[in-house]
């Protein structure tokens, strides 16, 4: 009882942590680094609503429906649904996703410490040093990687607001089509959702729990508590760009470990494990290729969404996620549906679209 009273508090904390620190991560590539368009903000709390709250869902009701890890559950969820098995290639992407997210954290974290703190050392050879430290951290135990994370969070957040450049005020533009794609990614690649982070984290208690919504409200209220606090940083200075690595290096570990734990599961060769981890990380020691690979991490991120919403809204039976959910009133099951069947993937069809349409 008590270790699953303390991953329901661990589970919102690590939801907050993680999703402040792929948002810091994303939104300067996404152009709103510094930029506090109200307008942009309101239409990103509102994907959150729409968008990430549904799929929360998703991933809890799949978590509760498998009792297994993401990408060994696949095997079975397939075959209850009578569903071909190429739908299982979605673990396959999220999986891989995992480590490749970390690595374009990593990257950014040394960016920010080559442009304010170590100027002196190639960010290349920062994102090295820093991935080397995350994979080493990767071993220890996850309540420590967990307390780093938080520490490191909360560290840069009152340093960029101590010793950080004053932020813009906030002001309120037209919205574009192009902003949809953004406040697409930051809804849902931002807060790590379609990976299996959370279905992960909360198996121990989802397996006790009869209504999904007990464990959904505590992380999505974390994730959007961390989009709010968001709006107060900005890690332009030494402290903060320091603290914020600590941050960064924390929540890749977590990653990396959270990744191999999925592979471990699905008993996969333990040199093959490693290859893809390593792969997926290192390949963004390659300067020239950072443009390619942000714009990839958007699309793959918004990708495995797309699956997962076709998959649950459309291919799974009814009854399945249902009985899952264990909804109080018909009508929240209803409109969740709603959500996932038809608002979900033309949402996330249209982000690609206004994406994409950023390239030309």
Not at 280 to 294: E, R
Request: net charge positive.
């Amino acid at each position: 009882m008590q270790d699953n009273a303390m991953t329901r508090w661990l589970s919102p904390l690590m939801a907050f942590c993680l999703s402040f620190i792929i948002i810091a991560t994303l939104a300067p590539i996404v152009g709103i680094q510094l930029d506090r368009q109200l307008d942009f903000w309101l239409l990103w709390i509102g994907t959150m609503l729409i968008l990430a709250l549904p799929i929360c869902y998703l991933e809890i009701a799949l978590a509760k429906r498998s009792k297994t890890t993401a990408l060994n559950a696949l095997s079975s969820l397939t075959r209850d649904a009578d569903a071909s098995q190429k739908w299982r290639i979605v673990g396959w992407l999220a999986v891989v996703f995992i480590p490749f997210l970390a690595g374009g954290m990593l990257s950014n974290a040394s960016q920010l410490l080559g442009q304010f703190a170590l100027n002196g050392i190639a960010p290349n050879l920062l994102f090295i040093g820093l991935a080397i430290v995350a994979i080493l951290l990767s071993f220890a135990p996850r309540k420590i990687i967990l307390a780093l994370s938080v520490v490191g969070v909360f560290a840069s957040l009152i340093l960029s607001n101590i010793m950080g450049a004053a932020l813009p005020t906030w002001h309120v533009t037209p919205v574009e089509f192009s902003e949809w794609g953004s406040a697409t990614v930051l809804a849902l690649v931002a807060s790590g959702l379609g990976m299996g982070l959370y279905w992960q984290s909360n198996l121990a208690v989802v397996k006790q729990q009869d209504i999904a919504t007990k464990t959904v409200l505590p992380i999505w209220i974390a994730q959007l508590i961390a989009v709010i606090a968001f709006g107060f940083f900005a890690a332009n200075a030494q402290m903060p760009s320091f603290a914020f690595a600590v941050a960064v290096i924390s929540a890749a570990a977590l990653l990396l470990q959270m990744a191999r734990e999925q592979l471990l599961h699905r008993q996969l060769n333990i040199v093959i494990q490693w290859l893809l981890i390593l792969a997926a990380v290192f390949v963004w020691a390659i300067p020239a290729m950072s443009p390619i690979f942000n714009t990839l991490l958007m699309l793959w991120g918004l990708v495995i969404c797309l699956i997962y919403a076709i998959f649950a809204g459309w291919i799974m039976k009814i009854s399945h996620l249902r009985k899952a959910m264990n909804f109080s009133n018909e009508l929240f099951y209803n409109l969740w549906r709603i959500a996932v069947r038809v608002v979900l993937p033309v949402s996330i069809i249209l982000a690609m679209i206004a994406i994409i349409g950023q390239l030309f």
